[in-house]
């Protein structure tokens, strides 16, 4: 295998193992579900509580800059978008071309079917990229992006953002099957 099949491979292997089939069967009241008080999450433009909100379309993120200290607890929804936006859709536009996201322009999802969809095409777009790089790509620093980093440092930090970010949506997806000791419904 060569560097870059091996990068690749990493998620990949994750990706079709475990984190796709755990969001399989993901209902829009489990997407949006706020396990406490005070969830940032998507919701309709103009109803968000946080101090700021991102996106161009009928749904926005909830946000902040700086971030606040502790970190409020996120719902499925934003962590989807947060992957789908933040840790792939920007270094898919930066490093492999196409169409640049943009967190303030992006049209995020009002559905789990909808985030699903969008994650679906931005991991595939990352998948296909990672693929292409040689050697040589791997080890100097993207060109475009703010990242200076070479680029297998890159691969290798989203690919860790997805396996933690995965694992966090894992865990909600278990909390909320589980809450107030219920036994849990099949997915």
């Known amino acids: 295998m ?6 690749a491979e990493q998620l990949d292997w994750h990706w079709r193992t475990n984190l796709r089939p755990r969001l399989d069967g ?4 489990e997407y949006f579900w706020e396990p406490v008080r005070g969830c940032w999450s998507v919701r309709p433009r103009g109803t968000s509580a946080a ?21 409020p607890v996120t719902t499925i929804a934003w962590r989807l978008a947060h992957i789908i936006v933040s840790c792939l859709g920007y270094r898919v536009g930066w490093y492999f ?12 999802a009002g559905t789990a079917d909808e985030a699903l969809k969008q994650l679906d095409e931005m991991y595939g777009r990352w998948n296909e990229g990672v693929r292409a790089l040689s050697d ?12 200076r980093f ?38």
């Not at 071309?97 to 995020?108: K, L």
């Open 2 to 7: 060569t560097r870059n099949e091996r990068l």
């Open 26 to 29: 993901l209902a829009d009241e």
């Open 51 to 71: 101090p700021m909100s991102e996106g161009s379309g009928e749904w926005a993120m909830d946000f902040a800059s700086p971030n606040p200290v502790p970190a």
């Open 97 to 108: 071309g196409g169409q640049d996201v943009d967190s303030q322009t992006f049209a995020y």
């Open 136 to 147: 040589a790509d791997l080890e100097r620093p993207p060109m475009a992006g703010p990242e």
């Open 150 to 187: 070479p680029m297998e440092n890159r691969v290798l930090h989203v690919n860790r953002e997805l396996i933690h970010h995965g694992a966090e949506i894992s865990l909600l997806r278990d909390l909320y099957r589980w809450q107030g000791g219920a036994v849990p419904h099949q997915v």
